[in-house]
């Protein structure tokens, strides 16, 4: 079964096994409005957490994504190229950015939950 941890800056990583499939959050995607590029880090690219991994640019401004766990990209989300709306369409499915094989699961326990991520963005339960 997956687990999906958030950050404060508005991230999600679904952890299943080593790997993270990491995004934007639906409340993300609505703040920036309509996206019309994504710029994906390269496969093999080692980050560290908190780096900045991604840019997404929308009608409304540009915003970097920072990397929630550090590891190694090992696949990235490539039809957001062509196609950047996915995203706003399905923010915590088909619109995921990039896979990272995490190198600290440890990291993963100062992320948030998804109770208390609502709570940051200030959605109802």
């Excluded at 941890?5 to 508005?10: A, C, D, G, N």
């Amino acid at each position: 079964m997956a687990t999906v941890k958030y950050t404060k800056e508005h991230e999600w990583v679904r952890v299943e096994g080593d790997i993270g499939t990491v995004g934007i959050t639906d409340h993300a995607q609505q703040q920036l409005g309509d996206l019309v590029f994504i710029d994906l880090p390269a496969v093999g690219k080692k980050v560290a957490k908190g780096d900045e991994a991604a840019v997404v640019e929308s009608v409304k401004a540009a915003s970097e994504v920072y990397a929630p766990v550090g590891g190694e990209v090992v696949e990235v989300n490539a039809a957001l190229g062509d196609d950047p709306a996915k995203v706003n369409a399905d923010a915590m499915g088909g619109g995921w950015f990039f896979k990272i094989r995490i190198a600290d699961p440890k990291e993963l326990d100062g992320l948030l939950d998804e109770a208390a991520y609502r709570e940051l963005a200030g959605e109802s339960h």
